[in-house]
């Protein structure tokens, strides 16, 4: 299989490299942001040419755009493993093009979940999730009638903090997760448990489901669990190792080649608990958007959260202030209306100036 890699230079990116080799796929092409020596790093280590793009650095390029790089490298097979807003416009070419793809980029569907179902089924393509908790939710469905998909929650490394003790924490304190070691805006997303509020609406879009709970396990054993109508909970459980779910997106959930360590049950303790929706209010967010089908509210949060980050990032803001921020901008921002794709990038940008010119 050719397998195009778009956001090739980050944490799925190069794990995703790794995969794709082991399974003796062929890379054909790859995309990044701006980090040129691991992208050279990526060239040299392939015994063979690959095209290549990014539209901040031009020094490696081998074709002008991203559309060329579709045309030139012809791909059964699309990774998209981008951070953030730039990855929606890299989900919709795929699919746009009758390209399967394997997504690693969630914000695609939390932005537009509701326009790439259709657009996917219109064009009779498939979308292999390798966000975790939905490839073990991918990966457990049965014959038998779903009643509710329950995502697991590590909770982050603030989990069992109070609010108030968390208003110095650094920047590198907040994007320290405890299990998993993944770029920055995942990490702090984790911390504030976004990341849950987004993968429950990521859920929604891609199984069609409203009844969804995000369950606290905080050793990330679990990656998610489905309780179909009799009550039973069939869970997927694996150590915490992306490669699991980029090697189920990648072979379309077929193969079953082991591609991490196996399990060790010796002093295994697993925990689960409900999480306070009042103390952790993206869940309830994504629980409001889910249930009253808001397509703007997902773009508001998503925008004002980006934003958010950038401040703290550069020590602008305090940790404490994101969540407060981005209900700052739900307050403004809610009377909107988005009906097609330019509504979101339009959207999307006022609200990100908007905040950064605040604080
Ligand atoms: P990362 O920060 O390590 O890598 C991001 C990649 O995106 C880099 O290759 C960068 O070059 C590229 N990129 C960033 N901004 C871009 C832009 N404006 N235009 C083009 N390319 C850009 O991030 P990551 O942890 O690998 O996460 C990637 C995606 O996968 C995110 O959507 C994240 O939520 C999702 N995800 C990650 C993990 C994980 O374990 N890391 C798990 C589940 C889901
Ligand atoms: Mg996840």
Redesign the pocket.
Known sequence: MNILI????????IQSINVVRKLGHKIVGC?????ISQMQKIIKSLKYDIDVFS??VTALNTVKTIDQLFEKTKPDLVIN????F??LEITLKTILNKIDLAL????SYVLAGWKIKEIAKAQGVNIFP???EHCAIYDLMKNKRINKLLLTASGGPFYNKEIHELNNVSFYEAKNHPN?K?????SIDSATLM?KCFEMIEAYYMFNIKNIEAIYHPQSIVHSMIEFSDNSVHAQMSIAD?KLAIELAISKFKSKVPIIEKLSFEKLNLSFDYIDENKWLPIKWAKYIIKNDDRVLPVIINAANDAAIELFKNKKIKFNQIIPIISLAINDFSNQKINNIKDIFILNSIIKQYILSKF
């Not at 993944?182 to 995942?186: C, D, L, V």
């Open positions: 778009f956001g090739a230079t980050g944490s799925i990116g995309s990044f942001h701006s980090n539209s901040k493993a981008i951070s953030g730039a990855g690693a980029n969630k914000e390798i966000d975790s998993w993944m770029g920055y805006k995942i990341n992306m």
